[in-house]
T-cell receptor, first 115, second 114 residues
Framework: GNSVTQMEGPVTLSEEAFLTINCTYTATGYPSLFWYVQYPGEGLQLLLKATKADDKGSNKGFEATYRKETTSFHLEKGSVQVSDSAVYFCALIAPPWAGSYQLTFGKGTKLSVIP | NAGVTQTPKFQVLKTGQSMTLQCAQDMNHEYMSWYRQDPGMGLRLIHYSVGAGITDQGEVPNGYNVSRSTTEDFPLRLLSAAPSQTSVYFC?????????????FGSGTRLTVV
C-alpha cells in the first residue's frame, strides 16, 4: 500500500535559519504530493503541491520538488520566521487511474522557530 | 465562502454515550472524508464517500457510522463512545475527478470521552 515517511520532530530553529523537512513516499505510479500545515488549534491548510515528476510546488517562501528517482518531496525554506511555527504534514494521493481518493499522511513534523 | 464547516468544536462525552459530529461543505465536492488525529499517529482515515448515497470504510472505521444523503453533508456518528475515541476529528472534501484533487479541511472537533 501507499505510505509516507517524514522526519521525526520536533524541530527547533532560530529565526532566519534554513529549514529542511524530509519526506519520502512509497506508491505505485505517479501520485500527487502535498505539504499541509497545521497552526496551533487550527485545521490543516494546503501549503503546496506537485502532481508530476520534477514539478516544484511553492508558496509563502516554502518549496518542494517532486523527485521520482528518490521518491522524495522535501520541504525547504530559506529563512524561517516565528510565524512559521506549526506542524507540517507530507501527504500523497494515488494517481487517478488507481481509483483511490484517500490522502495518505506522514506523522507530521512540529517546527518551533525562536526569535 | 464557508468551505468545510464542522460542529461542534469541542465536546465531552461519557463512556457509552452516542453523538453525531456534523460536517457540511458548500463547494459541490463529490468526495468527503473523516480523519482522526492522535499524537504521533498523523491523520488516519475513518470513513469516506465519493458521492451521495455512497460510503466506504477507511483505515480505522470501528465504532463509527456515516451516511451521505446529500452532496453537502457527511455526519459522523459515534455509536457508543469509548475513551479510545478521544481525539481530534477532521472532515475534508475534494473534487473526485480531474486534476484538482487537493483537499479542503474543516477546523476540527476536539472530542474527549471520560
Amino acid at each position: 500500500g501507499n505510505s509516507v515517511t517524514q522526519m521525526e520532530g520536533p524541530v527547533t530553529l532560530s529565526e532566519e535559519a534554513f529549514l529542511t523537512i524530509n519526506c519520502t513516499y512509497t506508491a505505485t505510479g505517479y501520485p500527487s504530493l502535498f505539504w499541509y500545515v497545521q497552526y496551533p488549534g487550527e485545521g490543516l491548510q494546503l501549503l503546496l503541491k506537485a502532481t508530476k515528476a520534477d514539478d516544484k510546488g511553492s508558496n509563502k517562501g516554502f518549496e518542494a520538488t517532486y523527485r521520482k528517482e528518490t521518491t522524495s518531496f522535501h520541504l525547504e525554506k530559506g529563512s524561517v520566521q516565528v510565524s512559521d511555527s506549526a506542524v507540517y504534514f507530507c501527504a500523497l494521493i494515488a494517481p487517478p487511474w488507481a481509483g483511490s481518493y484517500q490522502l495518505t499522511f506522514g506523522k507530521g513534523t512540529k517546527l518551533s522557530v525562536i526569535p | 465562502n464557508a468551505g468545510v464547516t464542522q460542529t461542534p468544536k469541542f465536546q465531552v462525552l461519557k463512556t457509552g454515550q452516542s453523538m453525531t459530529l456534523q460536517c457540511a461543505q458548500d463547494m459541490n465536492h463529490e468526495y468527503m472524508s473523516w480523519y482522526r488525529q492522535d499524537p504521533g499517529m498523523g491523520l488516519r482515515l475513518i470513513h469516506y464517500s465519493v458521492g451521495a448515497g455512497i460510503t466506504d470504510q477507511g483505515e480505522v472505521p470501528n465504532g463509527y457510522n456515516v451516511s451521505r444523503s446529500t452532496t453537502e453533508d457527511f455526519p459522523l456518528r459515534l455509536l457508543s463512545a469509548a475513551p479510545s475515541q478521544t481525539s481530534v476529528y477532521f472532515c475534508a472534501s475534494s473534487y473526485a475527478t480531474g486534476g484538482e484533487r487537493s483537499y479542503t479541511f474543516g477546523s476540527g472537533t476536539r472530542l474527549t470521552v471520560v
